[in-house]
């Protein structure tokens, strides 16, 4: 791989150096020789384009194993801004067109475009994908199919199909769900046989949260394929089952439920390793519902800040919360013998994880005592901390 900077008539390829790690390489575009610092201008130094923008060229070489609807897809493309926020548009998804293998080409072509209804909210939420193209350059065949490739956890919703082409012999019908050999789940729609070039289909379902992650959107690729009779290599067939793309389009789809976070703490710890812990839990987000909860545990932790020992005390919140709510935490009791400190984690029915907080002498912890404890200038093993003197 390679990389071309400035991108304009002067442009220069070097090299880059990459990192693998299982099927992701990662490439730092910031060791061409000629980007300056540590990254690529802004707009208010540079507002032409050519400086602001570098030129990437890579090889591929395909065995027999090799899938020629698969693309080339730099998933998460970041950037950060002068003060190390995120840049506008870090973390896009940047893909590359299905690799072409001789042999395989598709006998039409088609350009979908695809898009959801907002964001699938909650835990069981619903959305609508939409889709629709054009057969251009032929018609369909025997074994053409449409399919929408989500990450796990997520799912179609049995009968939810509609078609929406002008003529309605022309739309899809449900077909199959299966997982692909990535993990992914492909949502699989057959096309309908000898329709001619020309014809427009388009058509909705809806796809719900089945346990989806939610610490990005979930990149969906919408594809269109035909199934080909496979190639041979050395008259060995090389798969049983050859699939080419028409055309794809990729869509995000945003997951959203209700997030938990740690704030407000106080701890206090005698000489005697009992403590006093006071804290409170941000809902933020979405609103949990009546249906849903969230239990808070505390175990001791060690030195390496991993929970260990017996939990040393719970709290269940049960019920409506509306976002914005902060729900208070008080916990006491007696330390384990080889404890360094307490690990707090806030465990959902319904959200995008499990919260932790590990409180351990290096963790900038907010010392508020009661009358019965003082802070120590000698606090030895559990740093800034109360305890009876």
């Not at 008259?235 to 740690?262: N, R, W």
């Not at 005698?270 to 009546?290: K, M, N, R």
């Not at 003082?374 to 740093?383: F, H, I, R």
Request: a negative charge; charged letters at 15%; glycine letters at 10%.
């Amino acid at each position: 791989m390679s990389a071309g900077y400035p991108n304009d008539a002067s442009i220069v390829f070097e090299p880059l150096s990459s990192a693998v790690n299982g099927d992701t390489v990662t490439f730092d575009l910031t060791t061409h020789s000629r980007v300056m610092g540590d990254s690529l201008p802004g707009t208010f130094s540079n507002p032409g384009i050519a400086n602001r923008q570098m030129r990437v060229v890579f090889e591929i070489e395909t065995g027999c194993g090799f899938d020629p609807t698969k693309t080339v897809a730099f998933y998460r493309a970041r950037g950060f801004s002068p003060c190390s926020d995120p840049a506008i548009g870090s973390d896009i998804l940047v893909a590359s067109n299905p690799v072409n293998v001789e042999g395989t080409e598709a006998p039409y072509e088609t350009q979908p475009v695809s898009s959801v209804d907002g964001a699938l909210q909650g835990c069981g939420g619903t959305i609508r994908v939409h889709a629709a193209f054009e057969l251009m350059g032929g018609g369909t065949t025997a074994r053409d199919t449409s399919v929408l490739i989500v990450p796990p956890g997520i799912a179609y919703v049995p009968g939810s199909l509609i078609c929406e082409s002008p003529n309605a012999s022309s739309c899809p019908a449900y077909s199959i769900t299966r997982t692909n050999a990535d993990g992914l789940t492909e949502i699989r729609f057959a096309l309908p046989e000898n329709l001619p070039e020309g014809t427009d289909i388009a058509f909705s379902f809806e796809i719900e949260d089945q346990g989806a992650a939610c610490a990005a959107p979930a990149v969906a690729i919408f594809r269109n394929t035909v199934t080909r009779d496979p190639l041979s290599c050395g008259g060995i067939p090389c798969l049983t089952e050859l699939e080419v793309a028409t055309g794809q389009d990729t869509v995000a789809i945003p997951v959203q439920k209700p997030t938990y976070s740690f704030t407000d703490i106080s701890l206090c710890l005698s000489e005697d390793s009992t403590f006093q812990l006071h804290a409170g839990l941000v809902l933020s987000g979405l609103s949990q519902s009546e249906a849903e909860g969230v239990t808070v545990n505390a175990y001791c932790a060690d030195a390496n800040g991993q929970s260990t020992g017996a939990l040393l005390g719970t709290l269940d919140f049960a019920g409506s919360l509306s976002a914005g709510s902060l729900l208070p935490i008080d916990l006491s009791g007696t330390l384990c013998a080889d404890a360094t400190g307490i690990w707090l984690e806030a465990v959902p029915t319904c959200g995008c994880d499990t919260t932790t907080l590990v409180l351990y002498p290096e963790a900038p912890v907010e010392i508020i005592c009661s009358e019965d404890f003082t802070v120590c200038q000698d606090v030895g093993l559990y740093g800034s901390a109360c305890r009876m003197c």
